[in-house]
Nanobody, 116 residues
Framework: QVQLVESGGGLVQPGGSLRLSCVSS????????MGWYRQAPGKQRELVAI???????DYADSVKGRFTISKDSATSTVYLQMNNLKPEDTAVYYC??????????WGQGTQVTVSS
């Protein structure tokens, strides 16, 4: 099983920025997709951003133009740069990784709170 360790969450004011990081315990050669989901209290977990092996990406409509996903294959790390944060971005953010053979793994989550 792959271990995914997230960092970078915290409390930020509206309009502020945060950068989340997720490091995998397994090398990146077998990755099919890697990305971020989030879950707010009382809501279902939703996709935020995902990057596929070919480099193409998908974003939730609510974060397009504000969030950017990137990766460092050499260190098996995926990042989520979040700018112009809004209170509705408050949630626990989870790192996600899917292997070429379909295995999926999740991180433990990191809390992002946007509040004045």
């Amino acid at each position: 099983q792959v271990q995914l360790v997230e960092s970078g969450g915290g409390l930020v004011q509206p309009g502020g920025s945060l950068r989340l990081s997720c490091v995998s315990s397994r090398s990146s050669f077998s990755i099919n997709a890697m990305g971020w989901y989030r879950q707010a209290p009382g809501k279902q977990r939703e996709l935020v951003a995902i990057m596929y092996t070919a480099g193409n990406t998908d974003y939730a409509d609510s974060v397009k133009g504000r969030f950017t996903i990137s990766k460092d294959s050499a260190t098996s790390t995926v990042y989520l740069q979040m700018n112009n944060l809004k209170p509705e971005d408050t949630a626990v953010y989870y790192c996600y990784r899917r292997e070429a053979w379909g295995e999926t793994n999740w991180g433990q989550g990191t809390q992002v709170t946007v509040s004045s």
